[in-house]
């Protein structure tokens, strides 16, 4: 198993609460659930559009590996999605998969990349509340400083904060 970063640690236990919608401090499956719904709903995107469904069900798919690595059970501990984290390092699929849906439905004008104003609404969708945080963290992913975030730029952020 590698070693995992203080700060890294620290960012898996915020997807934690990003994932623990109904805050009881375990996931399940309708913690997912709601959290696909709430991000369609931040983005004014219909449930039963093809972008919500989508992440819906990659979300989905995320519970599924999730609960399968940790022996099958109805219920997530904080300990156990960190101990899946360290040893997935966000490598995995299901994380591109995840990470595209939600580019697909935070492109609002669909030219393929995230503007600062849309990757705020993602920002706001995950309950961060901090402008400084958002142009930091925009500045950051935006490899090539062209004001806009492709989505391999994306992909990288999401891999960082699983979530
Ligand atoms: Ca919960
Ligand atoms: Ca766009």
Do not use: C
Not at 13 to 39: P, V, W
Not at 42 to 57: C, H, V
Not at 82 to 104: G, K, N, V, W
Not at 108 to 126: K, P, W
Request: no cysteine.
């Amino acid at each position: 198993m590698t070693t995992i970063s203080p700060t890294a640690r620290q960012k898996i236990a915020e997807s934690f609460d990003l994932f623990d919608t109904n805050h009881d401090g375990t996931l399940t499956k309708d913690d997912f659930t709601r959290y696909a719904d709430n991000l369609a709903r931040a983005f004014g995107r219909d449930p039963q559009s093809p972008p919500a469904r989508n992440l819906k069900q990659t979300t989905e798919e995320l519970w599924q590996k999730l609960q399968v690595s940790t022996g099958g059970k109805q219920s997530v501990s904080r300990e156990e999605f960190l101990q899946y984290h360290e040893r997935t390092q966000s490598q995995e699929p299901e994380i591109l998969q995840y990470a595209d849906a939600i580019f697909e439905l935070a492109d609002a004008d669909g030219n393929d990349r995230l503007s600062r104003d849309e990757f705020a609404r993602v920002q706001q969708a995950r309950g961060e509340k901090n402008p400084a945080f958002v142009d930091d963290a925009f500045a950051t992913y935006d490899a090539d400083g062209d004001g806009a975030l492709t989505k391999s730029e994306f992909i990288e952020y999401i891999r960082d904060f699983i979530g």
